[in-house]
């Protein structure tokens, strides 16, 4: 699966690159289907601890799905964002086989 990673407000490292890489790729075993997708690192600019965003939006055909999670840590966004993701697509893939 194609994984655009945008950092916004900051500059990523390989290492947490290759963590959200590594998490996508995982959600092809539930949805195989997949296009692409996006994931928005974003830190936001506040006295809140819990200031990174993690934004995934995944493209099937003929629907896209848009998740966002706050955390303190990215890892911990994103392991919260793939399991949103993985329900709506396991949904998806319930939805489809009962119309076949």
């Known amino acids: ?7 916004v407000n900051f500059t990523v490292d390989k290492k947490l690159v290759d963590f959200v890489q590594d ?9 195989d289907k ?3 997708s996006d994931v928005f690192l ?3 600019k506040t006295s ?9 939006k995944i ?3 003929g ?9 303190k840590t990215f890892e911990e966004a994103m ?6 993701i993985e329900r709506l697509l396991v949904k998806r893939k319930e939805k489809l086989r009962t119309h076949i």
């Open 63 to 71: 629907d896209d799905f848009l998740v966002k999670k706050q955390c």
């Open 48 to 56: 809140d601890k819990e200031n990174k965003i993690v934004e995934m």
């Open 42 to 44: 974003k830190v936001e």
């Open 1 to 7: 699966m194609k994984v655009n990673v945008h950092a």
């Open 59 to 61: 493209n099937v055909p």
């Open 79 to 84: 392991d919260q964002a793939a399991e949103s």
């Open 23 to 31: 998490r996508m790729d995982g959600l092809e075993k539930f949805y």
């Open 34 to 36: 997949v296009v692409s």
